[in-house]
């Protein structure tokens, strides 16, 4: 199993911002890319981006401007830079990693996730 910590979270107003931290053991050969996604109550997860180990990144196109994914040169620290918040932002933010790919990999496949940082943005 793969253990990922996320911290970072809190209660901001409106315009404010954050940065969210996930705690991981790194990348492997075999993994995929490093996310975050959140959920909202009564609304189902939400994809937000992804980090690969050479840097490259994808962003849901609603989130892409205020957002910002990243990672630390050891690559065992990945973040989420969230600025002009606003109350619809308000969830629980996980960090998940996927693993798997081709040959050896196939056999490990899986998709692994935190316990969750809260945010809540008030107006």
């Known amino acids: 199993a793969v253990e990922l910590v996320e911290s970072g979270g809190g209660a901001v107003q409106s315009g404010g911002s954050l940065r969210l931290s996930c705690a991981t053991p790194g990348y492997t050969s075999c993994t995929k890319y490093m996310t975050w996604v959140r959920q909202a109550p009564g609304k189902e997860r939400e994809f937000i981006a992804t980090i690969e180990s050479d840097g490259r990144t994808n962003y849901a196109d609603s989130l892409l401007g205020r957002f910002t994914i990243s990672q630390d040169n050891a690559k065992t620290t990945v973040y989420l830079q969230l600025d002009n918040l606003k109350p619809e932002d308000t969830a629980m933010y996980y960090c998940?990693?996927?693993?798997?790919?081709?040959?050896?990999?196939?056999?490990?496949?899986?998709?692994?996730w935190g316990q969750g940082t809260q945010v809540t943005v008030s107006s």
């Open positions: 998940g990693t996927s693993v798997g790919g081709g040959g050896y990999c196939a056999r490990l496949r899986a998709d692994y």
